[in-house]
Structure formats: C-alpha cells, structure tokens
C-alpha cells in the first residue's frame, strides 16, 4: 500500500481531510476495543497458540509493546463499563484518559466519572481523581543520584548489517565504518502530579549548586520556616521570581511613573504600553483563527505590532497585542515570507528532589 504525502492539497482540503480521518481513527479505535473485550472475554488467543492476549497483540497484530499493553486495559475496562466505547468513538475519551480512569470505576461511580472527564486532556482528569480520591502527602527528600556510568564503546568493529542497505562506498567484504556514537542516555522528565484538589508532588532533578542554594534559603529563612520545609522556601522563592519577572517582561509596578510613550519610529515598547497590552489581553496569546478560536498559550509570549514594524507600525497600545512565539512567527510568515528559526535550551542534573506544594498559585504547562 502506497501512500504519498499530499502536496497536492490545498489548505482547505488538507485540513478537512485530516479532520476527517482523525474522527475515523477515533471510530476505528473504539471498533478494535470492542473487538479486543469480546476476543479476550472468549479467550481465544489460547486457541491460536498464545498463553497471553498481550503476546497476541505484540505477535499477530504487530502492536507495539506499550500499545498492546494500554489497549488491553482499555478493552478490559470497556467490558465492565460499556458506554467507554461510545466515548472513545466520539473522542470525548482517549485510550489515555480511560486509562488513568479504570483503576477508580465502579458500579457506583462510573455515571458520574464518565461524563466529568468527557472533553479532558490526561493532565486534566488527573487533576479531577485527585479531588475524587485525595493522596497523603509524599515526605520531602533531597538525595544525591548515583553517577552516570559511560556507556561501553565496542573496541572491534561493528559486524556488518544483518538486512538492509550498505552504507554508500562500503565495500560489501568489508566491516561497516567505526560505529555511530552512543545516544545519550534519556533525560527523566520532571513529573508534576496532583495528590488532592490543592497539593501536588513536584519531583525534579537539579545541579549541585541548586542544591546549596536550597540548602542556604532554608538556613536564612528558619525564622519564619523553622522546619525549612522545601515546599514553602520553594514556593516565596517562585513569589519573588514572579514579580521579577513580571516587572522585567511587562513593566508591572505598584506605582507606575509617568511615561511619554514609545518614541516615534522607535521598535522598543515603552514600559506602560507593555503593562497595559499584558492587563488587556490577560497574558495569553491573543491570536484568533478563521473559525474564532483563541490561542491562549502563556508560554513564550513577544509583543507583537499588529501593523508591522516594518510597514511603519508604533509601539502604541492599539497596535500591541500578545502573541505567542508560534502566532507571532506565523503572523510573520505572513507579511513578510519565512520565519526565524526557534531557540533552545538544555539543562544539566545532578540532584533530585521531592517537594509539595498547594496550588495558591497556578503551575506552570
């Protein structure tokens, strides 16, 4: 089966056609669920020479080993609580979210679980069987992580490939060239998780200087945190990086000067045009698509001319508004062709740590 990318489409098209095949994966999920409980309610992979229906899956429907395992749960929980599958038909419910909800249904909760999550992304019906099903708090810990050991260079050459194409000038009596570095080892992605309605375990992992800095802001701050809880030093600590920040990107200030305004044919925006387009637009993204959608990512947010700089636009008020670094490169892309390239980050870690924190404030995505 040969299927090519569709250069052909117009936008318009495009975006309907796939549209309509994500409704159709959406359909086609839930048929192979239903297929997947009445299969394994039957036990029929016995019958064709498996021991397991996870076997069966990875062998004869060539699932990967997380997919089969992910789809296997869902089917299962489809058979005790029917109506998943209409959910996950109509894509209010993803495998995802059945997921985190099946080890929490029961006949007496179910109607009422279902449709609370209907529409949910997963990070948001975690957060809902957190205040269903409240956890005790985690105890807080700093420890130090053993040392990454390097993986192990081979010191022969790398024998010749088993299947596929040579490398192009390899001969083909010849070992292939010295072997491609090692891949880093995968970075553990800090986790964020809802314990109650109002407290969530912070796991992270941080640098050895991160780790003296904590240590000193719990000494300095033992009169008003006696037990130098990590959560609470963590929590004045982001108070004041907040309003750093937030004097620094859009000028916030308890008393506001005067200010002239940005300076005719200047690119810079003045520090009361920026407070006043941050307050206005709520600090979200203020971009609306065709079909009245707003953006309202908060992340990355620039200051963007709604009349170009470029074409003669000022750094006024009316001509200011939020976007975030997608929109205000698509807006871009618009008037004036290509985009800039993005920028990126990376971190080094050392240290983890464990911390609670209540929810006074939001966190971030």
Known sequence: MKIDIPHHLSDEDLEAQLKSLARSEQEATARLISRLAEFDGRRLYRAAGFSSLFNYCCEVLHLSEPAAYNRIEVARAARRFPDILRMLGEGSLSL???????????????????????????REVEQMLAGYFPRPDVP?????????????????????????????????????????????????????????????EIRFTATAQTRDQLRAAQDLLRHAV???????????????????????????????????????????????????????????????????????ARAFIEFHHVEPYGAGGEGTVDNIRLLCRAHNAFESERFYGRGRPAKSNSSRDEFAAVAVLGAGRPLPP
């Open 226 to 296: 006696p037990t130098g809880d990590v959560g609470q030093v963590i929590d004045r600590a982001l108070t004041l990086l907040l309003e750093d920040l937030a004097r620094k990107r859009f000028g916030a200030t308890a008393r506001p000067r005067a200010s002239r305004g940005t300076a005719p044919g200047s690119r810079d925006v003045a520090a009361n045009v920026r407070r006043m387009a941050w307050s206005r637009d709520g600090g979200r993204c203020k971009f609306v698509s065709k079909n009245g959608r707003r953006c309202n």
């Open 96 to 122: 995802a979210t059945v997921r985190l909800l099946a080890t929490q249904l029961t006949a007496g909760n179910w109607q009422e679980l279902l449709p609370a999550a209907a529409g949910k992304s997963k």
């Open 140 to 200: 807080t810990s700093v420890r130090k992580l053993p040392a990454a050991k390097p993986p192990a260079v081979p010191s022969v050459p790398t024998p010749p490939m088993p299947y596929g194409p040579r490398p192009a000038g390899t001969a083909a009596d010849l070992p292939l060239a010295s072997p491609s570095p090692p891949l880093p080892a995968p970075v553990r992605r800090p986790v964020v998780r809802p314990l109650a309605a109002d407290r969530y």
